[in-house]
C-alpha cells in the first residue's frame, strides 16, 4: 500500500527484455509499475514504452494502480498489449482515478485507453472515474481494430465502471463492454475542452485554464508550478 505525492518524471523509462532470465519486465510507467495504494498530486511528462512481455501495461502514472488523483500525463506512451494515458490496468477492490488527465499521445497494438486501459477482473469489484479528460491521440499499432480504443477507458472487462463527469475528443469513450453507467459523460472537441465551463461538474477550485500553460487546456491548480 502507501502513498505516493508530489512525485514527477521527465525521463524517458523502457521496459526491459530479459526472456532469457525466465523473467519479462512488462509493467512500465512514469510513477509506479505498480502501486496498489494512493498516488496524488503527480505527473509524467517523459515517454513511456514496453514491448517486452506477455502482457506489456503501459501508463502514463502507474502501469497497474488502485488510486489515482489529481495527476496528469503529456508523455508519450506505449503498451504493448494494454496502454493507458494515466493507467494501463486498475487493481484493487475500491479503485479510483480522479481530477486526472492525459494530453500525450497513446499507443498499443491492441488495446488502448484515454484515462483507463481496463480493470484487472482478478483484483477489482468497482471502478470509479470522476472529473479527467482526454485530449490525446490513441493509436492502435498492429492488428487491433477501432474498437480497442476507448476515449476514456478501452474495456471494463466484465467489471462495474462508474464514469462521472469525464471527457475526450475521440469516441467511443467507453471502447467495449457493457457493464458501466455513465453520469456527465460527453464527447467534446479539441477546442471547447479549453473552456472550463464546458466541462460540467470541473471545480474551479481545483481546475483552472491559463492560454500560456497547457496549451490553453484546464490545469491542476495545485501542480501549476510543474508546467
Same mark, same amino acid.
Given at each position: 500500500t502507501g502513498k505516493i505525492e508530489r512525485c514527477g518524471n521527465e525521463?524517458? @523509462?523502457s521496459s526491459v527484455d530479459i526472456e532469457d532470465e %525466465?523473467?519479462? #519486465? #512488462?509493467? @512500465?510507467?512514469?510513477?509506479? %509499475?505498480?502501486?496498489?495504494? &494512493?498516488?496524488n498530486?503527480?505527473?509524467? &511528462? %517523459?515517454?513511456?514504452?514496453?514491448?517486452?512481455?506477455?502482457?506489456?501495461? #503501459?501508463?502514463? $502514472?502507474?502501469?497497474l494502480g488502485s488510486e489515482?488523483?489529481?495527476?496528469?500525463n503529456s508523455g508519450y506512451v506505449y503498451g504493448r498489449i494494454y496502454a493507458g494515458g494515466i493507467v494501463g490496468g486498475v487493481i484493487g477492490e475500491q479503485s479510483i482515478v480522479e481530477n486526472c488527465y492525459n494530453a500525450g499521445e497513446v499507443a498499443s497494438k491492441y488495446t488502448v485507453?484515454? $484515462?483507463i486501459c481496463y480493470p484487472d477482473s482478478d483484483m477489482v469489484r468497482r471502478c470509479t472515474?470522476?472529473?479527467?479528460?482526454?485530449?490525446?491521440?490513441? @493509436?492502435?499499432? %498492429?492488428?487491433?481494430s477501432s474498437t480497442n480504443i476507448g476515449g476514456l477507458i478501452c474495456y471494463t472487462n466484465g467489471i462495474g465502471v462508474n464514469i462521472n463527469y469525464s471527457y475526450s475528443h475521440i469516441t467511443p469513450l467507453v471502447g467495449v463492454g457493457n457493464t458501466f453507467t455513465l453520469n456527465n459523460v460527453a464527447? &467534446?472537441?479539441?477546442?471547447?475542452m479549453k473552456n472550463l465551463s464546458n466541462l460540467t461538474g470541473f471545480d474551479s477550485s481545483v481546475?483552472?485554464?491559463d492560454p500560456n500553460i497547457n496549451e490553453g487546456y484546464p490545469y491542476l491548480i495545485a501542480l501549476k508550478d510543474t508546467y
Open positions: 525521463s524517458d @523509462v %525466465g523473467y519479462w #519486465a #512488462a509493467d @512500465v510507467a512514469g510513477i509506479a %509499475g505498480k502501486s496498489t495504494g &494512493k498516488i498530486l503527480s505527473w509524467n &511528462k %517523459g515517454n513511456i514504452c514496453t514491448d517486452a512481455g506477455a502482457q506489456g501495461n #503501459a501508463g502514463g $502514472i502507474a502501469a489515482i488523483i489529481n495527476c496528469y485507453g484515454g $484515462i472515474m470522476n472529473n479527467c479528460y482526454n485530449n490525446g491521440d490513441l @493509436v492502435i499499432t %498492429g492488428t487491433g464527447y &467534446k472537441s479539441l477546442s471547447s481546475w483552472t485554464t
